[in-house]
């Protein structure tokens, strides 16, 4: 009864020279986010909303990233940052078994 997504730069990326690319491009600057996360999951009341909202997440960091999400009701997210944290919203332990 709820949709699930990830998204993240830790499969579909490349390197050129010494920088790290990936596909998740930002529309501000048309290059590859410089986001802290590696990947944001989010559980959301559909398969379209939790796309949006992990890719929002992903975009907007750990610092933002988590915060939105909990502004949306049925919505929650687990994060993986750059760092090896994992970050959650307070109601993203009810998914785990």
Known sequence: DRG???SGSVKRH???GDARYHH???ARD???????????????????????L???AFFLGSQHGLRMVERFAGAECIAVTA???VLMTTGMTEYFA
């Not at 048309?30 to 949006?52: F, K, N, P, R």
């Open 83 to 85: 760092r090896g944290d």
């Open 4 to 6: 699930v997504a990830t």
């Open 24 to 26: 998740l491009i930002d």
């Open 30 to 52: 048309g290059h590859s986010s410089s986001s802290d996360l590696l990947t944001a999951t989010v559980v959301a009341l559909t398969a379209t909303q939790a796309d949006v």
């Open 14 to 16: 490349w390197t050129a």
């Open 54 to 56: 992990a890719k929002t």
